[in-house]
């Protein structure tokens, strides 16, 4: 039988092209939830209007949308790689979906490189919108990109990693009320509108620690104070990373 015969070709696709498949799939699905866009795109961007025009929080000397924007962002990065990653992925992997992906051809390890790939490209929406529209609240941002593309880097990764391990141990209704527990207490307590220096003494070095802090402080000391890089802000964010991923790595259940 002469070649060419067979229209198209049978057999798996070449790696990069099912991870670029896959993450396009993932990305579209996450476009067309509404729930997820609520959760990602519309909530970031309202709190952002409303504590940016209403002077609800104490946020220090300055204008308000210079400390807002940066804690905005960082529960912008928050809501998708943890909160939406961990419910998405939670009801995929109750209804079976992940163990069907994980018969396919696509290896394990790169269908998680098209949900990070997936996560990636919302953010870089979200970060585009925040940005927009804390420019017409009058932002005036300071401080190196590359700081600030490296925190959020940091800080995806160990969402990322958080996200998948809740995922990957609790059952589906346990993870999304989990999920959007821990959003509201971190939204709260984690430095995005409230400074941590409100709260008592006691608990400012414990709130510090959390990822959500760490990358609120650090965007915050790049893009409202011209700070160098924040190492330790980043330091926190790196070993909440390896600790996530390598917690998602061992525990993670795909059925």
């Given at each position: 039988?002469?070649?060419?015969t067979y229209t198209p070709r049978p057999g798996a696709a070449p790696l990069h092209r099912m991870i670029a498949a896959q993450a396009a799939l993932e990305t579209r699905m996450l476009l067309r939830n509404g729930e997820q866009l609520l959760l990602t795109v519309v909530i970031p961007a309202l709190l952002l209007v409303l504590f940016s025009a209403v002077d609800v929080v104490d946020t220090g000397a300055g204008e308000a949308v210079d400390f807002l924007t940066p804690g905005i962002l960082a529960l912008a990065v928050m809501s998708t790689a943890f909160t939406g990653q961990a419910i998405a992925t939670g009801f995929?992997?109750?209804?079976?979906?992940?163990?069907?992906l994980g018969a396919?051809?696509?290896p394990r390890w790169g269908l998680m490189?098209?949900?990070t790939l997936s996560v990636l490209v919302t953010e870089v929406l979200q970060v585009v919108l925040l940005t927009v529209i804390a420019f017409a609240l009058g932002w005036s941002p300071q401080g190196n990109p590359f700081s600030v593309l490296l925190l959020l880097v940091l800080g995806t990764v160990a969402f990322s990693g958080l996200g998948l391990l809740m995922a990957g141990t609790l059952k589906a209704e346990a993870t999304?009320?989990?999920a959007n527990l821990v959003f509201l207490l971190l939204l709260v307590g984690g430095g995005v509108v409230v400074p941590l220096d409100r709260f008592p003494e006691a608990a400012q070095s414990a709130l510090g620690l959390l990822p959500i802090s760490a990358l609120s402080d650090g965007l915050r000391d790049v893009l409202q104070h011209g700070a160098a890089m924040p190492w330790g802000d980043a330091a926190v964010l790196a070993v909440w990373a390896v600790l996530g991923l390598g917690a998602a790595a061992r525990f993670f259940r795909w059925e």
């Open positions: 039988m002469s070649a060419g995929e992997r109750r209804y079976g979906v992940l163990k069907r396919s051809p696509l490189t098209a949900k999304l009320a989990a």
